[in-house]
Nanobody, 113 residues
Framework: QVQLVESGGGLVQPGGSLRLSCAASGSIFPFRIYAIEWYRQAPGKQRQLVAGITGSGTTNYADSVKGRFTISRDNAKNTVYLQMNNLKPEDTAVYYC?????WGRGTQVTISS
Protein backbone atom coordinates (compact mmCIF):
# COMPACT_ATOMS: atom_id res chain seq x y z
CA GLN A 1 0.00 0.00 0.00
CA VAL A 2 1.19 3.47 -0.89
CA GLN A 3 0.59 6.64 1.11
CA LEU A 4 1.08 10.03 -0.50
CA VAL A 5 1.04 13.35 1.33
CA GLU A 6 1.04 16.64 -0.57
CA SER A 7 2.12 19.92 0.98
CA GLY A 8 3.21 23.41 0.03
CA GLY A 9 -0.04 24.87 -1.22
CA GLY A 10 -1.27 28.30 -0.27
CA LEU A 11 -2.51 31.68 -1.41
CA VAL A 12 -0.21 33.72 -3.63
CA GLN A 13 -0.57 36.67 -5.93
CA PRO A 14 -0.43 36.34 -9.70
CA GLY A 15 3.17 36.09 -10.83
CA GLY A 16 4.22 34.44 -7.60
CA SER A 17 5.74 31.03 -6.98
CA LEU A 18 5.06 27.95 -4.90
CA ARG A 19 6.81 24.63 -4.48
CA LEU A 20 4.62 21.63 -3.83
CA SER A 21 5.94 18.44 -2.28
CA CYS A 22 4.61 14.90 -2.48
CA ALA A 23 6.06 12.57 0.13
CA ALA A 24 5.60 8.85 -0.44
CA SER A 25 5.63 6.06 2.13
CA GLY A 26 4.53 2.45 2.45
CA SER A 27 5.21 -0.26 -0.13
CA ILE A 28 7.30 1.91 -2.41
CA PHE A 29 10.68 0.22 -2.46
CA PRO A 30 12.52 1.01 -4.63
CA PHE A 31 10.95 4.45 -4.94
CA ARG A 32 13.35 5.46 -7.69
CA ILE A 33 11.81 3.21 -10.33
CA TYR A 34 8.27 4.53 -10.11
CA ALA A 35 6.66 7.23 -12.19
CA ILE A 36 4.82 9.93 -10.30
CA GLU A 37 2.36 12.47 -11.62
CA TRP A 38 0.85 15.73 -10.44
CA TYR A 39 -2.78 16.46 -11.25
CA ARG A 40 -5.04 19.35 -10.42
CA GLN A 41 -8.75 19.85 -10.12
CA ALA A 42 -10.45 23.22 -10.19
CA PRO A 43 -14.01 23.66 -8.88
CA GLY A 44 -16.52 22.28 -11.35
CA LYS A 45 -13.85 20.86 -13.61
CA GLN A 46 -12.35 17.46 -14.25
CA ARG A 47 -9.05 16.44 -12.74
CA GLN A 48 -6.27 17.04 -15.27
CA LEU A 49 -2.68 15.95 -15.59
CA VAL A 50 -0.20 18.74 -14.87
CA ALA A 51 3.18 17.02 -14.97
CA GLY A 52 4.81 13.63 -14.68
CA ILE A 53 8.25 12.21 -14.05
CA THR A 54 9.43 8.67 -14.74
CA GLY A 55 11.88 6.62 -12.73
CA SER A 56 14.62 7.59 -15.17
CA GLY A 57 13.82 11.28 -14.81
CA THR A 58 11.96 11.85 -18.06
CA THR A 59 9.39 14.59 -17.60
CA ASN A 60 6.22 15.69 -19.35
CA TYR A 61 3.98 18.70 -18.87
CA ALA A 62 0.56 19.96 -19.81
CA ASP A 63 0.80 22.68 -22.45
CA SER A 64 -0.74 25.17 -20.04
CA VAL A 65 2.18 24.91 -17.61
CA LYS A 66 5.16 24.36 -19.90
CA GLY A 67 7.92 26.84 -19.17
CA ARG A 68 6.41 27.76 -15.78
CA PHE A 69 6.29 24.49 -13.81
CA THR A 70 9.12 22.06 -13.14
CA ILE A 71 8.71 18.58 -11.72
CA SER A 72 11.63 16.91 -9.98
CA ARG A 73 12.31 14.08 -7.56
CA ASP A 74 14.58 13.33 -4.64
CA ASN A 75 14.77 9.56 -4.42
CA ALA A 76 16.71 9.69 -1.15
CA LYS A 77 13.72 11.43 0.45
CA ASN A 78 10.98 9.52 -1.44
CA THR A 79 9.65 12.89 -2.51
CA VAL A 80 8.58 14.55 -5.73
CA TYR A 81 8.36 18.30 -6.13
CA LEU A 82 6.44 20.67 -8.36
CA GLN A 83 8.03 24.09 -8.65
CA MET A 84 5.44 26.53 -9.93
CA ASN A 85 6.51 29.94 -11.17
CA ASN A 86 4.68 32.85 -12.77
CA LEU A 87 1.43 31.59 -11.32
CA LYS A 88 -1.85 32.65 -12.87
CA PRO A 89 -5.40 32.76 -11.49
CA GLU A 90 -6.27 29.82 -13.75
CA ASP A 91 -3.75 27.71 -11.84
CA THR A 92 -6.08 27.80 -8.85
CA ALA A 93 -7.00 24.23 -7.98
CA VAL A 94 -6.44 21.38 -5.59
CA TYR A 95 -3.20 19.66 -6.57
CA TYR A 96 -2.82 15.91 -6.16
CA CYS A 97 0.01 13.49 -6.70
CA UNK A 98 -0.46 9.97 -7.99
CA UNK A 99 1.82 6.97 -7.77
CA UNK A 100 1.12 3.29 -8.50
CA UNK A 101 -2.59 4.02 -8.76
CA UNK A 102 -2.75 5.70 -5.35
CA TRP A 103 -3.68 9.33 -4.73
CA GLY A 104 -2.87 11.78 -2.01
CA ARG A 105 -5.50 14.01 -0.42
CA GLY A 106 -4.33 17.10 -2.24
CA THR A 107 -3.14 20.58 -1.39
CA GLN A 108 -5.04 23.77 -2.21
CA VAL A 109 -3.38 26.35 -4.45
CA THR A 110 -5.12 29.71 -4.80
CA ILE A 111 -3.84 32.47 -7.04
CA SER A 112 -5.49 35.78 -6.34
CA SER A 113 -4.66 39.43 -5.86
Amino acid sequence: QVQLVESGGGLVQPGGSLRLSCAASGSIFPFRIYAIEWYRQAPGKQRQLVAGITGSGTTNYADSVKGRFTISRDNAKNTVYLQMNNLKPEDTAVYYCKMMGSWGRGTQVTISS
